[in-house]
């Protein structure tokens, strides 16, 4: 922990939690002969900081980790699941002209295009959408599937997959949205991805508030 200053009393629990942990709170106030309330503070910045860990009943042990590496392991450790928003999809035969208005109502900036049963065929972006209102054409009667980024160029991702690898694709890929997808088998025994949510660079930016805050 380069970032943080710690305090004598600080440090001295640190080198005894290291030497002799896993300690609880009342042997190391006895060890330093001050009182439990005394230690609380001090204790609590030490875990919150990631320099702690604390267990219920076992006490207190060196965890030696940085605060970037907490961090990292909880972006690894979250998956899409567990951030995901709904979907916001038209079904192929939407003109353009109505896509834009699902973007206004839906307040989203990406659409994604569904066939029958929710099956993936496209994504449709804003750009996509300007470049169509930029032509001659009547975008109340063009298909959106004139527009959009078709499959199986479509980066996607699942339920399972880590926050930190979305986020990735994100960049990479130099797109503001992923559909999540689970993959399904159509009547014809084909397979294909069904739509179940998204992943935007807006829940990562919210995520990284969040961890700002230290929730
Ligand atoms: P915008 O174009 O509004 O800035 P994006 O950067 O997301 O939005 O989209 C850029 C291009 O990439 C568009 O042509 C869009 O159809 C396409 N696109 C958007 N999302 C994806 C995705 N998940 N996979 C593949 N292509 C995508």
């Given at each position: 922990m380069k970032s943080i200053q710690l305090t004598e009393r600080q440090a001295k629990?640190?080198?005894?939690?290291?030497?002799?942990?896993?300690?609880?709170?009342?042997?190391?106030?006895?060890?330093?002969?001050?009182?439990?309330?005394?230690?609380?503070?001090d204790l609590a910045i030490l875990t919150m900081s990631g320099i702690l860990d604390a267990r219920p009943r076992v006490g207190y042990f060196y965890s030696g980790k940085s605060s970037r590496t907490l961090v990292a392991e909880e972006i690894r450790r979250l998956r899409v699941k567990d951030l995901k928003s709904v979907p916001i999809v038209v079904r192929e035969n939407t003109s353009i002209y109505d896509a834009v208005v699902t973007m206004f109502i839906e307040n989203v900036g990406t659409l994604f295009?569904?066939?029958?049963?929710?099956?993936?065929?496209?994504?449709?972006?804003?750009?996509?959408?300007?470049?169509?209102?930029?032509?001659?054409?009547?975008?109340?009667?063009?298909?959106?599937?004139?527009?959009?980024?078709?499959?199986?160029?479509?980066?996607?991702?699942?339920?399972?997959?880590?926050?930190?690898?979305?986020?990735?694709?994100?960049?990479?890929?130099?797109?503001?949205?992923?559909?999540?997808?689970?993959?399904?088998?159509?009547?014809?025994?084909?397979?294909?991805?069904e739509v179940i949510g998204r992943i935007t660079k807006t829940n990562i930016t919210k995520l990284f508030v969040e961890l700002g805050e230290g929730d």
């Amino acid at each position: 922990m380069k970032s943080i200053q710690l305090t004598e009393r600080q440090a001295k629990i640190v080198e005894m939690v290291k030497r002799s942990g896993p300690i609880t709170s009342e042997q190391i106030a006895e060890r330093l002969k001050v009182r439990r309330a005394t230690l609380r503070p001090d204790l609590a910045i030490l875990t919150m900081s990631g320099i702690l860990d604390a267990r219920p009943r076992v006490g207190y042990f060196y965890s030696g980790k940085s605060s970037r590496t907490l961090v990292a392991e909880e972006i690894r450790r979250l998956r899409v699941k567990d951030l995901k928003s709904v979907p916001i999809v038209v079904r192929e035969n939407t003109s353009i002209y109505d896509a834009v208005v699902t973007m206004f109502i839906e307040n989203v900036g990406t659409l994604f295009v569904v066939g029958e049963g929710g099956i993936l065929e496209g994504v449709i972006s804003r750009k996509d959408m300007l470049k169509a209102a930029l032509g001659q054409s009547d975008i109340k009667h063009m298909p959106v599937t004139v527009m959009m980024t078709r499959m199986p160029n479509i980066i996607t991702t699942g339920l399972d997959e880590s926050v930190y690898m979305a986020a990735k694709k994100l960049i990479e890929h130099e797109v503001d949205a992923l559909p999540v997808v689970r993959p399904v088998t159509n009547e014809k025994g084909e397979e294909k991805l069904e739509v179940i949510g998204r992943i935007t660079k807006t829940n990562i930016t919210k995520l990284f508030v969040e961890l700002g805050e230290g929730d």
